[in-house]
Structure formats: C-alpha cells, structure tokens
C-alpha cells in the first residue's frame, strides 16, 4: 500500500506565506505526476498545481505568480510554498501522486487526508 501524508497547513495573514509538504511512503517503484489540489465547502476539489517528475509545472490561473510546486523525488516528496496568501485561498488542501508499485504496473492514482489551510482578512 502507499500512503500520502501532508503536513505544513494552519492559519496565515492575508499577505503571509505557508509551505505545505507531502510524504509518500510505501511500496513504491516510481512516482509519475505529483499535484495539489483544494476544496472549498459547497464546491468541487479543483487543481491547484502540478509537477511531472521532470519537474515540468502547471499552475491554476488563480494561484499563479504567487504558489510554487516542487518535489524531491529521492524523498518521494512534494512541496507548495504559498506566498501572498489571499482570503479566497482557504480550503482543504490535498496532494496527489501517480504511482507505479512496480516496473509491470500502470500508474494508480493516491490522495492525502487533506490539510486545512486558513487565511484571515
């Protein structure tokens, strides 16, 4: 089994900046894709960014210029530093992996447990 972990949520300042984190752990072979995704109460979880094991990124017109992905892939880990944090930024966040449990294997999709992200006016 693989496990997502993420780590680094809580309550900023509009204007601050958070630095979320995400462990996978487990029967790994290889990770593909690795994202961030947010859900808002009443609305659909929506991608926030992602990053390809290359380290190539996409980011979500509302976030960009001010988060950025990356990963670590000897860690298995995927970061997102949030700067200028806006009130509209508060959601569940989740991270999100393609992983490969062995060299025969497609690519299954794993989710966190999600972390709360609050940013006051």
């Known amino acids: 089994q693989v496990q997502l972990v993420e780590s680094g949520g809580g309550l900023a300042q509009a204007g601050g900046s958070l630095r979320l984190s995400c462990a996978a752990s487990?029967?790994?072979?290889?990770?593909?894709?690795m994202g961030w995704y947010r859900r808002t109460p009443g609305k659909q979880r929506d991608m926030v960014a992602s990053?390809?094991?290359?380290?190539?990124?996409n980011y979500a017109d509302p976030v960009k210029g001010r988060f950025t992905i990356s990963r670590d892939n000897a860690k298995n880990t995927v970061y997102l530093e949030m700067n200028s944090l806006k009130p509209e930024d508060t959601a569940v966040y989740y991270c999100e992996a393609m992983v490969r449990v062995r060299f025969s294997t497609a690519p299954t999709e794993y989710w966190g447990q999600g972390t709360q992200v609050t940013v006051s006016s």
């Open positions: 487990g029967s790994i072979f290889w990770i593909n894709d």
């Open positions: 990053i390809t094991r290359g380290g190539s990124t």
